[in-house]
């Protein structure tokens, strides 16, 4: 189960169209600085702010040699996600499963 304080860094993280962009881009592969902000028109200081976002809601990790500063997609950074939208899904369905049996336990009216 992911802490709330995560789960809230995560949905940050992606509430962005830019940085969902580059999450999209990283889940091909490894992706430099200069890679990530091209495709969204972004100067290198603004997609490392992003980038920073990213980093800080687990999603991306960073790694420097030498000059050059690479992003992969952290594998299981999602998943506390997937949790968090099973468990809404298990409650909602219940909440269904009440409610289909409470219609079948009461009567119809009938028409007269």
Not at 1 to 6: A, K, S, V, Y
């Given at each position: 189960?992911?802490?709330?304080?995560?789960l809230?860094?995560?949905?940050?993280?992606?509430s962005?169209?830019?940085?969902?962009?580059?999450?999209?881009?990283?889940?091909?592969?490894?992706?430099?600085?200069k890679?990530?902000?091209?495709?969204?028109?972004?100067?290198?200081?603004?997609?490392?702010k992003?980038?920073?976002?990213?980093?800080?809601?687990?999603i991306?990790?960073?790694?420097?040699?030498?000059?050059?500063?690479?992003?992969?997609?952290?594998?299981?950074?999602?998943?506390?996600?997937?949790?968090w939208?099973?468990?809404?899904?298990?409650?909602?369905?219940?909440?269904?499963?009440?409610?289909?049996?409470?219609?079948?336990?009461?009567?119809?009216?009938?028409?007269?």
């Open positions: 189960m992911i802490e709330p304080q995560q809230d860094r995560v949905f940050t993280a992606l962005d169209a830019g940085r969902r962009g580059m999450v999209e881009r990283l889940s091909l592969g490894p992706a430099t600085v890679q990530l902000a091209q495709p969204h028109g972004m100067r290198l200081p603004s997609a490392l992003h980038l920073k976002v990213l980093e800080d809601g687990g991306v990790a960073s790694r420097k040699v030498g000059r050059t500063r690479t992003y992969t997609i952290e594998p299981t950074a999602l998943a506390g996600i997937d949790d939208v099973r468990q809404r899904q298990t409650a909602m369905n219940q909440a269904f499963d009440r409610l289909i049996k409470a219609m079948k336990d009461f009567p119809e009216e009938q028409d007269q």
